[in-house]
């Protein structure tokens, strides 16, 4: 091959080196741009998941205490938030059983959170009715299922259930708080459902089953909803 050849070819490898060198040289900034913007995405769905863990263990971390308060709250809650006999809002309007359920808290005894509970709805004008059960009482399932139904607000929309399940309190050893509050209005233990209505002081004024033998002898249906209307009208 002639010197003219060589030196030509050695020219066009170094054109093509020269042009990988600058390919490479110029995607770098890419590259480390693309870096610097993945670490940046990296940090702030760190920062992100971080907050998310600290609201969760705000809203949760205390554990127990009254579900159904707070931002918690189901839709039923929602819906029967302010329903007391003062409210303005259309009574023939379809809501929800404005329902807490009371599980063990830390620091606090049922008694003690019974009271601020009880106290609470008594001041937003609200009947109150205290509701025993447990998983393994089919009465109790059926009776679970009627507090996710609707009604018209001018049936239930003046009653705060506070539920009460045997699991709960069973489960973190304290059943004796449980019995103890019961015993306030029954003093027969591990029978349910026990549905009591209670007065501002939280003495008893209506039970459900006592309550159920009265409407059947009046020759009406004996539905919650209407124990709870009829109630009223009696001045319970």
């Not at 995405?41 to 127990?64: D, F, I, N, P, Q």
Request: hydrophobic residues 40%; charged residues 30%; negative net charge.
């Amino acid at each position: 091959m002639s010197a003219a050849c060589l030196a030509a070819r050695a020219r066009l490898c170094a054109g093509v080196h020269w042009c990988q060198s600058a390919s490479r040289e110029a995607k770098r900034p890419r590259c480390e741009a693309s870096r610097a913007s993945l670490r940046e995405l990296r940090e702030k769905t760190w920062s992100a998941a971080w907050l998310l863990s600290a609201a969760l263990v705000l809203v949760w971390g205390c554990g127990g205490g009254v579900e159904g308060e707070g931002p918690g709250a189901s839709a039923a809650d929602a819906q029967g938030a302010g329903d007391g006999p003062g409210a303005q809002e259309d009574p023939g309007a379809l809501v929800g059983y404005d329902l807490r359920r009371l599980r063990p808290r830390q620091g606090e005894r049922l008694s003690q959170m019974f009271e601020r509970v009880h106290g609470e709805a008594t001041a937003e004008g609200k009947r109150v009715l205290v509701l025993f059960s447990a998983d393994w009482c089919e009465p109790c399932k059926r009776l679970d299922l009627e507090l996710g139904n609707m009604h018209p607000r001018s049936m239930i929309g003046d009653v705060r259930v506070l539920e009460l399940k045997e699991e709960d309190w069973k489960d973190a050893a304290r059943m004796d708080e449980f019995n103890e509050l019961r015993r306030r209005w029954e003093p027969a233990l591990g029978t349910y459902p026990l549905a009591v209505l209670v007065d501002a002081e939280g003495g008893r004024v209506d039970e459900m089953k006592e309550a159920k033998e009265r409407l059947e002898a009046e020759g009406v249906d004996a539905t919650l909803p209407l124990w709870l209307e009829s109630s009223r009208d009696r001045g319970v």
